[in-house]
């Protein structure tokens, strides 16, 4: 058998001068060579275990690669699969591979061999990879079938009001909510949309910013999902004519998911809305959200100031409230005074004191701002700036010697100014306060693992972008799609800044009411990207392709 380190070196994943300081470390740490040479970064964990495979004569498969085979993945349940780390990806000639972290698990050979009836052939792959592939292969859809059977029959009951099987942690209605969540987790979903209609219930994604349709359930058993989620939610069950708002937590593979709940009667019954909320989405450093280098400068001169007003806009869902907690973490500090007021609160940052804003107590944006200016503030977060009054006294605060930052719905940086004005605010406090504006979009990341290089006529791109056209163009990427992706071609976002530093120039145009056209002029020949020109930067790069960059900017 041939020694770990002989293997890596022919390989290349190692030198010569790597492996003897690895046996040197080996030796003081008294642990494996292989853990070593991973614990030192000489080589990763999939390295190790391909050559650990091929130490041992078996094969090694990169399950992000690999044409699993869904028939082989359904033999299996998936509590099989995960319980052993297991997944089978082929049936050839009666046999059965089985991708496993640790082939030498006697006991899911033997388990797996007696389910299907087949003999194992055990195949190696990394242990993140195969809990990946389990993920994406092991759907709950066999399970949810089976449960739908059994809800069947409690949702005449629970449709008239008898709560028991909803409340009951075994009950089936209980588990395909909870596999509902569990599922929308592990695929990344932004928001689960539970949608009544004529002759069924359907479920569905939103995942990178579009939709997918997952499931599609029998229609009796609408009242006993919707109930389900409303006590969960500690949302009124009985109340079936109004929108109600609620929230609960759910623990998935040890950490601890928020989601937002919204219910909306329609005319085939209520629409169950959940916005998940991933607290690690808080903890987000401004480097991790793709702000390039010259906007980065901008944006820092902003928010190191003391005082003033920074407005981040665009439509919903496209990242606002993100880039504005990624901020506050970036400046709040012990000896800073940060208070927010939101509505809701989405997410729990130790440090930072959080409002929401209660208008049945009369708690209201406005309200609470005026209540927290008289809380010695240093930061004050706005979650919306919604009406004049709100925007009045954010403004004035600006003024007086805080930072405030808050949102704005429009369509780019300069409307902000002119959408203040109509507000009526006079022109020039919106001139004096505003030291910065953020428009923002969110879109999709090119799957780094399937993208495809092509060319395009310069001709066909949009005039925003100003590229001569006598200038060819490098080759740039497109999605292609793989198993990955979920052959979408796209994994992950990115976002597109436009940052609008307020000069002189655009404080002037502001107190005389110029257009927004206008302002946007005097901010681009003061040097401001705007939304295209930042995206297609990013195309360029080859972070998101140039079809996604005319869907979410037009």
Not at 512 to 536: H, P, Y
Request: charged share 25%; proline share 5%; glycine share 6%.
């Amino acid at each position: 058998m041939k020694q770990l380190g002989t293997i890596l070196l022919e390989d290349g994943a190692l030198t010569e001068d790597q492996l003897v300081d690895a046996i040197d470390e080996q030796k003081a740490r008294g642990q494996s060579l292989g853990r070593t040479l991973v614990e030192m970064g000489y080589i990763s964990e999939g390295q190790l275990v391909r050559a650990l495979a091929s130490q041992v004569g078996m094969e090694f498969v990169e399950l992000a690669d690999y044409p699993v085979d869904r028939a082989a993945v359904a033999l299996v349940p998936g509590a099989v699969c995960r319980r052993h780390m297991a997944l089978p990806i082929a049936m050839r000639d009666g046999l059965i591979h089985v991708a496993m972290a640790n082939p030498g698990n006697v006991v899911a050979v033997d388990d797996i061999s007696t389910i299907t009836r087949m003999r194992v052939i055990p195949v190696v792959a990394a242990h993140d990879d195969v809990a990946a592939a389990i993920a994406r292969y092991v759907r709950s859809d066999a399970e949810m079938e089976d449960l739908q059977e059994s809800i069947e029959t409690e949702a005449s009951s629970l449709d008239n009001e008898d709560l028991s099987s909803a409340a009951d942690d075994d009950a089936p209605i209980v588990r395909f909510v909870n596999l509902l969540i569990t599922q929308a987790v592990q695929d990344r979903a932004s928001d689960i949309h539970i949608e009544p209609a004529e002759h069924d219930l359907r479920v569905r994604y939103r995942i990178d910013g579009v939709l997918h349709e997952m499931q599609r359930a029998p229609k009796a058993i609408t009242g006993g999902v919707i109930s389900r989620l409303k006590i969960m939610s500690d949302i009124d069950i009985a109340e079936r004519r109004k929108p109600q708002d609620g929230r609960l937590s759910v623990n998935h593979e040890g950490r601890k998911i928020d989601l937002r709940v919204a219910t909306l009667p329609t005319v085939w019954g209520e629409k169950v809305v959940m916005r998940i909320l991933d607290n690690s989405t808080a903890r987000l450093a401004l480097e991790d959200l793709g702000i390039r280098e010259n906007n980065q400068r901008i944006y820092a001169g902003a928010y190191q100031k003391p005082y003033g007003m920074i407005l981040v806009t665009g439509p919903t869902g496209s990242g606002k409230s993100t880039t504005l907690y990624a901020t506050l973490n970036q400046i709040s500090k012990p000896e800073v005074n940060v208070i927010t007021v939101e509505d809701p609160v989405e997410y729990r940052i130790p440090g930072i004191n959080q409002v929401q804003v209660n208008p049945k107590a009369g708690l209201t944006f406005a309200a609470a701002l005026r209540s927290i200016l008289r809380a010695d503030p240093d930061v004050v977060l706005v979650g919306e700036v919604r009406d004049g009054e709100t925007a009045q006294i954010a403004i004035e605060a600006a003024l007086t010697g805080h930072l405030v930052l808050s949102t704005l719905h429009t369509n780019d940086a300069p409307s902000a100014m002119t959408r203040l004005i109509e507000m009526d605010i006079e022109p020039f406090l919106v001139g004096s306060a505003i030291d910065c504006v953020v428009a923002q979009r969110l879109a999709r990341r090119l799957c780094d693992h399937c993208a495809v290089e092509h060319r395009i006529d310069p001709h066909d791109l949009p005039p925003a972008i100003r590229w001569n056209p006598n200038q060819s163009i490098p080759p740039i990427l497109r999605p292609e799609g793989c198993q990955r992706c979920s052959n979408t071609g796209y994994r992950g976002r990115v976002a597109l800044h436009e940052i609008m530093p307020i000069n002189e120039e655009i404080e002037r145009l502001t107190v005389a009411r110029a257009s927004s056209a206008e302002i946007a002029n005097a901010a681009v020949d003061a040097g401001m990207e705007t939304l295209i020109q930042d995206g297609w930067a990013k195309v360029m790069d080859g972070t998101t392709s140039l079809e996604e960059l005319l869907r979410v900017v037009k």
